[in-house]
C-alpha cells in the first residue's frame, strides 16, 4: 500500500483565503481591522523566519500586524511591561510572544500575563480551560490546525482509536483533549475518539502506536517512528519539525511508514502551514471577542 499524501500547504490555503474574506466583511461593516502584535525577544534565526512569515500572512489575509522586537538582554519585568501595555491598547486584538525566550526569563510568568481574550495563541490557563471543559474561546493553533486537516481531508475521528506520541502543553496535551470532546472544531465527527496519549517514559510504545487507526505524532525527533510501529493501514500525521543540514524532516521515518499508511502528511507541507492559518483565523475570533466587548 501507498499511502496517500495530506496536502497541508492546499488546505492552509483554504483556510487562509476564508480568513481573508471574513477579514474584508469585518472591515466593511467597522471600519476596523483586526490587528496582531509579535513579540520577539533576542535573535534566534528559525524564530525571526516564523515571526516573518506570521507578519507576511496577516498581511495577505489584510490583519493589521506590529512586531515589537526586543534585545537578548530583555529582562522578565521589562517583557511583562510591554505585554501589559499590548494588553491594554484598544487596537491591538491579539498578542503572541514568540518561543522560545531567553533562557533568563520566566516564560509562564510571561505567557500568563497575555490578556485571556487576546491570547490568540490559547496558552492561558484560562483558555485552556474552557477548551478543555469542551467550551473554547480560541484554540491552540498547531493541534487545531490537524483537527481541520483530518476534517477537510474526510478523516473522521468519532469511534476510532486515535494514539498521539507527545504530551506537551502545546501540542499533544491539547489534541488530547479535542479529540475527547463530544464536538471537536469541526462537528461530532471530528471529535469522540478514543485516545491513549504515549510519552518517553512509556514502556512497550510500539505496541500501544501498533493499535492506532489514526497516528499522531509530536516529539521532536527526526525519523523516529518507523514502519514497523504503525499499523497498516493507519493514518499518520506528523507534527514534529526536525532540522537536518539545509533542509527540515520530521518525527516521522516518510518513506518507509508511506508504505504502510493509508494516508500521511509530508514534512515540511504537511501539519506546518496550518499553525499559521489557525492563528489568523484566532486574531479575526480575538477582533469580534473585542467588538463584543465594546457592545456589552
Ligand atoms: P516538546 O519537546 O515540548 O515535547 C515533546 C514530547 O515528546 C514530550 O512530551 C516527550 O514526553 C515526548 N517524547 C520525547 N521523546 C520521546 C520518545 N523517545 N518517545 C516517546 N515520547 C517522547 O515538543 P513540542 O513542542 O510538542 O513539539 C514536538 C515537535 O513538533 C517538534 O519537532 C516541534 O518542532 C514540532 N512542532 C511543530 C509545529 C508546527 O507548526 N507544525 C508546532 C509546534 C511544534
Request: net charge neutral; glycine share 8%.
Given at each position: ?70 534585545p537578548a538582554e530583555t529582562t522578565t519585568e521589562q517583557l511583562l ?95 488530547v483533549s479535542m479529540l475527547l470532546q463530544k464536538s471537536g472544531p ?72 508511506k508504505e504502510v499508511a493509508s494516508a500521511i502528511t509530508p514534512v ?29
Open positions: 500500500m501507498t499511502a496517500r499524501v495530506l496536502d497541508g500547504k492546499a488546505i492552509a490555503l483554504q483556510i487562509r483565503h476564508e480568513v481573508q474574506l471574513e477579514v474584508a466583511k469585518v472591515i466593511e461593516a467597522t471600519g476596523k481591522a483586526p490587528c496582531l502584535a509579535a513579540v520577539l525577544v533576542g535573535d534566534d534565526p528559525a524564530s525571526q523566519v516564523y515571526v516573518r512569515n506570521k507578519e507576511m500572512a496577516c498581511h495577505k489575509a489584510g490583519i493589521g500586524s506590529q512586531l515589537f522586537r526586543l511591561s510591554l505585554v501589559e501595555q499590548l494588553n491594554n491598547d484598544p487596537s491591538v486584538h491579539g498578542i503572541l510572544v514568540q518561543l522560545p525566550l531567553p533562557k533568563h526569563i520566566d516564560e509562564r510568568r510571561v505567557l500568563d500575563c497575555v490578556a485571556p481574550h487576546k491570547d490568540v495563541d490559547a496558552f492561558a490557563p484560562e483558555n485552556v480551560g474552557l477548551m478543555s471543559q469542551g467550551r473554547p474561546r480560541y484554540l491552540p493553533c498547531t493541534p487545531h490546525g490537524v483537527m481541520q486537516l483530518l476534517h477537510r481531508e474526510g478523516i473522521e475521528t468519532a469511534g476510532k482509536e486515535v494514539v498521539v506520541i507527545g504530551r506537551s502543553d502545546i501540542v499533544g496535551k491539547p489534541l469541526c462537528g461530532e465527527s471530528n471529535a469522540n475518539a478514543t485516545v491513549t496519549c504515549v510519552h518517553s517514559r512509556t514502556p512497550n510504545l510500539s505496541e500501544v502506536t501498533c493499535r492506532a487507526d489514526i497516528l499522531i505524532v509530536a516529539i521532536g525527533k527526526a525519523n523516529f517512528v518507523t514502519a514497523g510501529m504503525v499499523k497498516p493501514g493507519a493514518v499518520v500525521i506528523d507534527v514534529g519539525i526536525n532540522r537536518s543540514g539545509d533542509s527540515i524532516v520530521g518525527d516521522v521515518d516518510y518513506h518507509a511508514v515540511p507541507g504537511g501539519v506546518g502551514p496550518l499553525t499559521i492559518a489557525m492563528l489568523l483565523r484566532n486574531t479575526l475570533e480575538a477582533f469580534r471577542v473585542a467588538q463584543l466587548k465594546m457592545t456589552t
